[in-house]
């Protein structure tokens, strides 16, 4: 008798699977780093005693999704640079996030463009993601995070409630 081999298999890198894997995580990352979404607080700045502020900006909302801008800023001769500058949008109904538009630096793991001006959707998808997601967990082991308002209730209430024991 043949043994059958009963743990799942991961999805190999750079896959679509794996890539839907990536928007699942930066989705719970995400919502660790902002657990309130709920229209109050469209511009928003965590602090840390060592580290650049992180910045965000809600620049949409539609009923099941949310944008926003995400980006460190760094003092300059000539104003303030923005690193990494992300535009990623939430979906809530799916809990998955992705990064929709990228500017780094060119010692950044992904290029600077739109997914549609990459080499190819896939790999510009994974590569981009695949950033977000390190940089999500860097920003919440620096201590980064944004505050939920005193009653903790916003837009999420009835996701938060649905889903109680």
């Not at 839907?20 to 990352?29: H, P, S, T």
């Not at 990064?99 to 060119?106: F, G, I």
């Not at 990459?118 to 390190?134: E, H, M, P, Q, V």
Request: charged letters at 25%; glycine letters at 6%.
């Amino acid at each position: 008798m043949q043994a059958t081999n009963t743990t799942p298999e991961l999805p190999v890198q750079g896959s679509f699977a794996a890539l839907m894997e990536l928007y699942e995580n930066n989705y719970i990352y995400l919502r660790r780093l902002v657990p309130q979404l709920d229209g109050r607080r469209d511009a928003q700045v965590s602090s840390v005693d060592r580290g650049p502020d992180l910045h965000l900006e809600v620049i949409e909302r539609c009923p099941y999704t949310t944008s926003l801008l995400l980006t460190h800023r760094f003092p300059r001769h000539r104003g303030e640079e923005a690193l990494p500058d992300l535009k990623v949008r939430i979906y809530h109904d799916a809990r998955v996030a992705e990064v929709l538009m990228a500017s780094a630096s060119p010692s950044a793991s992904i290029p600077p463009a739109e997914p549609q001006h990459a080499g190819g959707t896939l790999a510009w998808r994974w590569a981009a993601n695949r950033f977000l997601n390190r940089w999500l967990l860097y920003c919440l082991g620096e201590g980064h995070g944004f505050p939920v308002d005193e009653d903790g209730w916003g837009q999420d209430r009835p996701l938060a409630r649905r889903w109680a024991v």
